[in-house]
């Protein structure tokens, strides 16, 4: 099955730096990666993701990257503010499955 | 439109008693998810429903857990009886269709500890 590594585990950033965080995944066959945002006593929220057939997305402040010869892909973002502050988890979806694997989460401190 | 809903938010048990969560997903979402959440780690899927049949529970452990969607529409979640592993949240999704790159939309989840 799909194996997702996440880095880092805890990021902290002081307001308006920019913030990244890396994923690796292990089945060349997925093509889905969504991003999620958890914030304290809240679900997983859905906040960017890429296809496989894409190499880069934007969204505002945010922006994923996809490299898929060697089967990573980054978050990134730009001028982070208080409330950027939350756990943030990659995911990665083969096309044989319906469920999303997902890394382990990057706890992310945006200092004011 | 409303969210996914989950009841209760949180929960304390002592090992070995039972506990039921309770889900109800966003209207007209044919696809239920229950994932499991251990604190510091991603969500881990337990079993998903497309209407009222079961998909995927191959990481359901049925012997102190087990699910139903009864009607296509609310879900619970029942472990009977409880371990000190099972401390986690439990989180419910939907989802309008089962396959694709169809968006996942999860609720608050279930704050479940187990003394």
């Known amino acids: 099955g799909e194996n997702v590594e996440q880095h880092p585990s805890t990021l902290s950033v002081q307001e308006g730096d920019s913030a990244v965080i890396k994923c690796t995944y292990s089945?060349?066959?997925?093509?889905?990666f969504p991003w999620y945002k958890q914030e304290l006593g809240k679900g997983p929220q859905l906040i960017i993701d890429?296809?496989?057939?894409?190499g880069e997305k934007k969204d505002q402040r945010i922006a994923v990257t996809l490299n898929k010869t060697a089967k990573h892909f980054s978050l990134h973002i730009t001028e982070t503010q208080p409330e950027d502050s939350a756990v943030y988890f990659c995911?990665?979806?083969?096309?044989?499955?319906?469920?999303?694997?997902f890394g382990r989460g990057t706890s992310l401190i945006v200092h004011p | 439109e409303a969210g996914v809903a989950q009841s209760p938010r949180y929960k304390i048990i002592e090992k070995r008693q039972s506990v039921a969560f309770w889900c109800n997903p966003i209207?007209?979402?044919?696809?239920l998810y229950w994932y499991q959440q251990i604190l510091g780690q991603g969500p881990k899927l337990l079993i998903q429903?497309?209407?009222?049949?079961?998909?995927?529970d191959s990481q359901l452990p049925k012997d102190r857990f087990s699910a139903e969607r009864l009607k296509g529409v609310d879900s619970t979640l029942k472990i009977q009886p409880a371990k000190l592993e099972d401390s986690a949240v439990y989180l419910c999704?939907?989802?309008?269709?089962?396959?694709?790159?169809?968006?996942?939309?999860f609720g608050p989840g279930t704050r479940l500890t187990v003394l």
């Open positions: 999704a939907s989802s309008f269709t089962a396959g694709g790159l169809d968006t996942q939309y």
């Open positions: 089945d060349s066959a997925s093509n889905y």
């Open positions: 890429i296809r496989s057939n894409v």
């Open positions: 995911a990665a979806k083969s096309g044989g499955s319906y469920i999303p694997t």
């Open positions: 209207s007209g979402h044919a696809t």
């Open positions: 429903f497309q209407n009222n049949g079961v998909v995927d």
